[in-house]
């Protein structure tokens, strides 16, 4: 099943050991590289990372968040095939790639324990590459225990960012060369597969539906800020300093609201005015946004980001409640969908298979066709991830789990597992 012979001139880059300090934990790197392109040729690149990466092609963001958490087996990875024929140009084109190693398991996740990235071009050459650790990205810590993620909440110190380091005119010349380590079956990351869900989609920043404003009488000002629904998005600020003082080392807090919600952001200002949109989603229906006194807020808004399924027309009759009912269950089915199918995004993004076999018995009334390549990605999941005494069990992939469920285990063997699958 490994598909390696796709990143055959391929070469795997790892941050130097001067940049890397402690592997574990979550940690931010950028990566700098340049491909050659042909007229006719080079116009996709095969993309692999531990664990998320963000692409840019001449300055131009080409992909948002991709990548998809390891592994389709035990001790495999996934990549990405992606177009870029609409960016590139004949000759030598910019490559930047910020890479995120979430560096910790997870019930949804087993980390490789190295960060880095593979990438090869079909009839061109990716090559001088460097890289560096990224300076402002810091580990935020749980809003409570989150040891059932793989991600960590985000910081974001704006006072050690590089200011458009993915622009072609950027200057790297500091920055370290990578290092080449080996070919793709050297690595640790195992088999390569390639990606079998499309990549996610992103909608336009929009400004929150309502925002209420109070003070919380020990120097913050609170916006409570609500969404159109139960969604996943990124959180989005523009804000100035207030006056004569200087906002810069005020830290912002972005909280969810959802009691079970493990997961925040963290912005600390820098001088003059300033915007940012946070590379990582949160789930919820409400997001509050903690502001010291000495900033000036100029807009909140967010970008809302979901599973890349149509949906289909929701039931309706003449009963405004099951009207009502019947929405509120797509949209819920919608928000268990995501690298896996999951029972909560907000605590553990975890595949159970208990929960599974319910929600992808509702995809075909709910969604287009593509929700079923998700369903066929846990069944192949959830049956190559046995034991070697051919044992099931779940959630899988995990890199922090290991019991078995029987009963889960026994409904996904049923006629509500690949049977129901095959007939949809």
């Known amino acids: 099943m490994s598909d390696h012979n796709v990143f055959a001139g391929a070469q795997w880059r790892v941050p130097p050991v001067s940049e890397q300090s402690d592997v574990a934990g979550s940690q931010w790197f950028v990566c700098r590289g340049s491909l050659a392109v042909d007229k006719a040729q080079g116009r996709l690149l095969n993309i692999a990372v531990d664990s998320k990466y963000w692409l840019y092609v001449n300055g131009k963001l080409v992909v948002r968040e991709g990548g998809l958490k390891r592994g389709p087996v035990p001790d495999g990875s996934y990549y990405d095939e992606v177009d870029v024929s609409s960016f590139v140009h004949a000759g030598d084109n910019t490559i930047a790639v910020l890479v995120w190693h979430l560096g910790r398991h997870g019930f949804s996740h087993r980390d490789s324990g190295m960060p880095g990235l593979l990438m090869d071009a079909v009839g061109g050459a990716v090559c001088d590459w460097k890289v560096k650790k990224h300076p402002a990205y810091f580990d935020a810590g749980y809003v409570r225990d989150g040891y059932r993620l793989p991600e960590s909440s985000i910081g974001f110190d704006a006072r050690q960012a590089h200011a458009e380091w993915f622009e072609p005119d950027f200057d ?12 793709a079956g050297a690595m640790p990351w195992g ?10 989609s992103w909608e336009k920043p929009c400004e929150y539906e309502q925002v209420d404003v109070h003070d919380d009488g020990i120097g913050y000002t609170v916006y409570r800020c609500r969404l159109p629904h139960n969604t996943f998005f990124v959180p989005c600020l523009e804000i100035g300093q207030d006056g004569w003082k200087s906002a810069a080392g005020s830290a912002i807090e972005i909280i969810p ?5 493990c997961l925040k952001a963290v912005y600390i200002a820098c001088e003059g005015d300033q915007s940012f949109e946070f590379p990582a989603w949160l789930a919820g229906d409400e997001v509050v946004y903690r502001v010291p006194k ?7 808004s967010y970008r809302e980001t979901a599973y890349p399924a149509e949906l289909l027309e929701p039931f309706s009759c003449d009963d405004p409640e099951l009207n009502r009912f019947c929405e509120m269950a797509q949209r ?3 928000l268990t969908m995501r690298d896996n199918f999951m029972d909560c995004p907000c605590r553990e993004r975890a595949q159970w298979p208990g929960d599974f076999v319910i929600q992808h018995a509702q995809l075909p009334y709910a969604m287009r066709s593509e929700g079923l390549m998700l369903a066929r990605k846990a069944l192949r999941e959830l049956f190559r991830w046995q034991r070697p005494d051919g044992s ?3 959630p899988v992939p995990e890199g922090n789990w290991k019991m078995e469920l029987p009963a889960q285990m026994l409904a996904v063997v049923s006629s509500y597992g690949p049977w129901l699958y095959a007939m949809h």
């Open 172 to 183: 790297d010349a500091e920055w370290a060369e990578s290092v080449l380590s080996g070919k």
């Open 332 to 334: 819920t089915l919608l």
């Open 257 to 261: 609201t959802l009691v079970s919600n």
């Open 191 to 200: 088999s390569l597969e390639k990606r079998p869900v499309p990549q996610w």
């Open 294 to 300: 000495d900033i000036s807020v100029r807009k909140l």
């Open 392 to 394: 099931l069990y779940g």
